[in-house]
């Protein structure tokens, strides 16, 4: 069964940064692009950024310039860089594969309070 397992989450102050994790098997990493997504409270969960094979990265307009979207094929590993955050961006953070049905992991929690 293919897992995707996130870490990073954590309480950050307005204005701070954190960095998530999201590690999966290898034959899903080295086929599929990978992407990020969130769940506020009470809100769908919506895509953030994806990342192709080859590198090639995409951002959701809102999070352009704030998130980067990064990989390590020798990891098996996607990494979200988050700078500037608001408490808007407090949300459970997720991986996985856009438009493929792979079961989600727990995810991460971000929380940003003063």
């Known amino acids: 069964q293919v897992q995707l397992v996130e870490s990073g989450g954590g309480v950050v102050q307005p204005g701070g940064s954190l960095k998530l994790s999201c590690r999966t098997s290898?034959?899903?990493?080295?086929?599929?692009?990978m992407g990020w997504f969130r769940q506020a409270p009470g809100k769908q969960r919506e895509l953030v950024a994806w990342?192709?094979?080859?590198?090639?990265?995409n951002y959701v307009p809102a999070f352009k310039g704030r998130f980067t979207i990064s990989r390590d094929n020798a990891k098996n590993t996607v990494y979200l860089q988050m700078n500037s955050l608001k408490p808007d961006d407090t949300a459970v953070y997720y991986c996985?594969?856009?438009?493929?049905?792979?079961?989600w992991g727990q995810g991460t929690q971000v929380t940003v309070s003063s």
């Open positions: 290898n034959s899903i990493f080295s086929t599929y692009a």
């Open positions: 996985n594969v856009p438009g493929r049905a792979i079961p």
């Open positions: 990342i192709t094979t080859r590198d090639a990265t």
